[in-house]
């Protein structure tokens, strides 16, 4: 059977995300430097090569996004996450689930490629404003 994907979505965003924990640590905007992501993701214990991984995915995901207010890091369990809060909105709800044109060329891939390697992304569109969440591991 056919279900609508947007709203399937609204569904699953009706629950609000928690909340980023209080001892979260930001990283100065308008956007997240790879190297400061990817160090910070190897001091939480990712081996190297993934905590790149982590750091591209970010990186593709803020520049698809725009400039960012805020970006936090925090980890859960094993998890690395990040919190991207974009000045713009994203009203896509389906956000980054069918890859850009330019995917291939390695170029633009955006929250296509977060999608592809993180374990969990979150597009939300709240009141306050975007928020787009990722978990690596």
């Known amino acids: ?17 928690p909340a ?8 100065p ?5 790879d190297g400061a992501v990817c160090t ?8 190297p090569a993934e905590a790149e991984v982590f750091a591209t995915a ?9 400039p ?21 909105r994203v009203e896509d709800p389906l956000a980054g689930f069918v890859p850009p044109p ?4 390695g170029q633009g891939r955006g929250l296509w490629f977060a999608r592809q390697v993180c374990a ?3 597009v939300r569109d709240e009141p306050g404003g975007t928020s787009v969440r990722l978990q690596y591991g």
Do not use: F, N
């Open 40 to 47: 910070w993701a190897t001091v939480q214990g990712l081996a």
């Open 29 to 33: 905007g308008p956007a997240p430097a």
């Open 68 to 88: 960012v207010d805020r970006v936090l890091l925090w980890t859960d369990g094993p998890a690395c996450v990040c919190e991207l809060r974009p000045v713009r």
């Open 120 to 122: 969990y992304v979150d």
């Open 20 to 27: 980023p924990p209080a001892a979260a640590d930001r990283i």
């Open 58 to 66: 970010v990186a593709e995901a803020a520049a698809a996004l725009g």
């Open 1 to 17: 059977m056919y279900e609508d994907p947007l709203r399937i979505a609204a569904e699953l965003d009706a629950v609000p995300l």
């Open 102 to 105: 330019d995917a291939a060329s």
